[in-house]
């Protein structure tokens, strides 16, 4: 999206001074919003280089949500793209980071374009279920000695509202302790989900949206995945994801119903913001209720 305060010829005009900055000589040709980002305002665009070659790129805005949880978030995504992909993981190639936010009045970054596109629907869903289980797998051993500048996220630091759920859920986020930490703690990209894997003849080509990544419980990643595919695929390929990420990295489960709950709770809350229509929302929510119960139900003995 243009940004709310950005006609066209503003942020064409915005994108023309962003590219003298990281490519002298080179013109705009096009530029597009691609729609979906709900915490960052993502841009795609087309340059000319002084040598005729065509590059197609993307400039990500993070909004003010993900400002005020890290104000680094830019330097942080930026920096942490530009390991992996040295280290060959399916990520967008980093071009140029604007921390300052000089060019749109916050900080961005401009990466390579991915040809690629989601697929939510697979024709073989056994072999998706278990190649994103694999890939983050792979993620989670990576050495985090390598990102050093991520924050952490710890179980005691999550902040959820108990009200975003309802009944028996509630009352329990309400009295649960943070669980002490069993797992070696990983890299965690944060929202890994069906929207943000882009695959092109039949190959994972590149994982996207790495503003929320953090070292941290690899419970929080397969959580947040769970929730996600419960929503896009049914219960039984949750399931078989998890039992596919846990023979892959053998991590202890003991803790995934608080990471759930914690999970549930989040996304509860943030529904509402996401755009939807009003019938899927509330599919989404009886399917999330039956998520955070099953949690509940499976809670370990206070």
């Excluded at 790129?57 to 949500?65: F, N, S």
């Amino acid at each position: 999206m243009a940004g709310s305060d950005d006609t066209q010829a503003e942020l064409h005009a915005k994108l023309e001074q962003l590219i003298r900055r990281f490519a002298p000589g080179s013109r705009l040709l096009r530029a597009r919003p691609l729609e979906g980002g709900v915490s960052a305002e993502t841009t795609a665009f087309e340059v000319e280089r002084a040598d005729g070659g065509i590059e197609k790129l993307v400039v990500r805005r993070h909004g003010k949500l993900d400002l005020a949880r890290n104000p680094r978030v830019a330097a942080d995504e930026f920096a942490l793209l530009q390991v992996l992909h040295e280290a060959g993981i399916a990520v967008p190639k980093p071009r140029h980071l604007d921390d300052a936010g000089e060019v749109f009045a916050a900080p961005c970054v401009v990466l390579d374009y991915v040809e690629g596109e989601t697929e939510l629907a697979p024709p073989d869903l056994g072999d998706y279920l278990a190649r994103i289980a694999g890939w983050l797998a792979e993620l989670h051993a990576f050495d985090t000695d390598r990102v050093p500048f991520l924050r952490r996220t710890e179980a005691s630091t999550i902040e959820v509202d108990p009200s975003s759920l309802t009944g028996a859920a509630a009352a329990a986020l309400q009295r649960m302790r943070p669980p002490d930490q069993v797992n070696r703690s990983v890299l965690l990209h944060g929202d890994f989900w069906p929207g943000n894997i882009l695959w092109k003849d039949d190959r994972l080509v590149a994982v996207i949206d790495w503003e929320d990544a953090s070292i941290g419980d690899p419970l929080l990643d397969l959580s947040v995945s769970r929730l996600e595919l419960l929503w896009a695929f049914g219960v039984e390929a949750m399931r078989r994801f998890t039992d596919l990420h846990g023979a892959l990295t053998a991590i202890d489960l003991g803790n995934l119903p608080c990471w759930d709950l914690y999970v549930a709770a989040g996304a509860a809350g943030d529904l509402a913001n996401w755009g939807l229509d009003a019938a899927t929302e509330q599919t989404m929510r009886a399917q999330l209720a039956w998520f955070a119960d099953r949690a509940c139900a499976k809670l370990p003995a206070p």
